[in-house]
């Protein structure tokens, strides 16, 4: 039996960006889809050696080299649920073993891989824990709180640790703390003030260099900076790019920085020269940079796709670092960038895909999770999928959403859901406006924070819709609160400006359970039995209400966390999601 083009698009092997060990770049570590699940693997390019490493059931999202390439290090959990620790196999092959031994289960907050010690973060019940471990000594706790604590970066030598923390109360916007990697003892702060990120972006890899580079967003856009702790002092960079900038590497000899500039939805890679402040634009194809580096010997590898191509990991002079094995996939009808202006009168970018012919098309409109994240010009094999059938997709970057300033990004604190909703169908209107799309056949879906804003546009503009998807959504905000991970109770608390105590009334009337009783389209609901940060509890909640009401609702569950990783059990989501909407949006 032939494959249609739109599962080929899901089974096509894909190959995350390859990481390389400190001390033996030629030992690669990299995840790929190709036995079924994302998985972890080894390779050796100087011996040929390639082997998959972890063969979970549930998948693995990543892995890392250990510095002498000695071993490969993942983070394992048996459900999905994300609690789990950390382990590392020997690289040319034999049984894994704990990587860090009596650090407990938890939820990870960050792992640093450094020649003479290793670095957890966790988050618990109780809090945010960071331990050390040197060689076989047991691990020792150096750090807790409360409050967030990642664990963002380890000095060349192994003698100074990064912790990006909200000990200010805002996971939104956190501080920067350097401490002694083996007391914890302080050694520099940074702070911009109330409602200014810093994130940590990494040390300088030369000997005895103790410059830290940061993301700082003084200006609402974010930039670089480096921090010197031998001086105490600070450079930021104020850059004339439009959008958000990130730093992704820093060039081996410590002279510059490698950027990647995002900028309604596609990427562009920079060099920054440190003491000059200089910016050199690298040439490379249009699309998306999903992971990029500079090796030691100073060539830049990155991983790009598009919408209409997968992704490929190349060099600057267009050579492939490695190739997926077997047949590439059908390619994809391209991304249009696309604005309009929402109620509030601000400019909304967002994609549109269309397939071939003239519209009005009918329209899934695909609502991002996160919120703090974008839709980009990338490889999508579900927007195709949709559009493989004759359905345009749209795609809106909402208020919340990253890469277009800060005050985009932080519309949503205090004001969560109901700006997401009104952009959502402002884009709908206008793309009812150019003809592109008919508005009687309209269906919304998202996963994730665009589950949670597709059910939510259910019951606020209940006309709207002739059908939805919503997959691991929020659906009953005060009990996912309840039931979630350590560290999306910290982002909500941030978000809604407190817990359920504090503004329960907030919760309550952003949550899609409280207008249940006036959804009137039938909604496909994708939930996850394991799932730690949008519960499966609530979800049945919701369900279950709707299902009181007469509502048209189908519930579909899966044996994961927030979301899978093994490939038949997406492409039997995606198949579940086109039996659903196809016969509500397009004619008999």
Known sequence: MEIEPWEQRFRAVSLGFPHWARHAPDRLVFTSNESGAWQVYAWDRASGLRRQVTDDPIGVAGGAATPDGAGVVWFHDVTGDEVGHWLVAPFEGG???????????????????????????????????????????PARLIHHHAELVDVAGLSRDSSLLALAHAEYGDTMHLAVRVVDARTGAGRGDQWDGPGLGLGVAGWSPVAGDQRLA????????????????????????????????????????????????????????????????????????????????????????????SGAAPATIRTLAGDAVTAPPGERPPGGRPFRSWSFTNPAGQRVHGFVVTPAGDGPFPVVMLVHGGPTWAYSDTWMPDVQAFVDHGVAVAMVNYRGSTGYGTAFRDALIGNPGFPEVEDVVAGLDALVAEGVVDPARAAVAGGSWGGYITLLALGLHPERWAAASAAVPVADYVTAFADEAPALQAFDRTLFGGGPDEVGALFVERSPLTYVDRVQAPVLVIAGDNDSRCPLQQVLNYVEALQARGGTVDLYRFDAGHGSMVIDERVRQMRAELDFLLPRLLPL
């Not at 894994?96 to 973060?121: E, N, Q």
């Not at 562009?268 to 020269?273: F, K, N, Q, V």
């Open 95 to 137: 049984d894994p073993r704990p990587l860090s031994p009596g650090v407990p289960d938890a939820w990870t907050t960050g792992l640093c891989l450094g020649d003479t010690l290793v670095v957890v973060g966790t988050a618990a019940d109780d809090g945010f824990s960071v331990f050390v471990v040197e060689g076989d000594r």
């Open 214 to 305: 940061l993301s700082q967003e003084r200006d609402g856009l974010q930039r670089p900076a480096v921090w010197d702790l031998s001086t105490g002092h600070r450079r930021d960079y104020p850059l004339a790019l439009p959008g958000d900038v990130e730093v992704e590497d820093w060039w081996p000899d410590g002279s510059s920085l490698l950027l990647v500039h995002e900028h309604e939805g596609r990427s562009t890679l920079h060099r920054l020269w440190v003491e000059s402040g200089d910016v050199e634009a690298i040439d490379h194809p249009e699309g998306t940079v999903s992971g990029a580096g500079v090796r030691p010997d100073g060539e830049l590898w990155y991983r790009l796709a």
